[in-house]
């Protein structure tokens, strides 16, 4: 078995960690605690870009360390 699942398993770590965000009202905290003013809009467009760089480097794996790691 290769190494590769690893990359997976961070980007399925990554999806958990959204839910978590989402679920705990992520937005209220980083407006009311951190005064970031930041909206839901950003909250999918920033998200959803770090998905699929994490599925882009997952799919290259270990052939190239340097984009995957």
């Known amino acids: ?11 399925a770590a990554y999806g958990f960690h959204i839910l978590e965000e989402y679920e705990l009202n992520w ?3 980083a407006r009311n605690v951190l005064k970031l003013p930041v909206d839901w809009t950003s909250f999918y467009i920033v998200n959803s870009l770090v998905i699929v760089l994490g599925i882009c480097c997952a799919e290259v794996g270990w052939q190239l ?5």
């Open 1 to 11: 078995m290769s190494h590769a699942y690893v990359l997976w398993i961070a980007v």
């Open 27 to 29: 937005h209220d905290w």
């Open 65 to 69: 360390p340097i984009f995957s790691l």
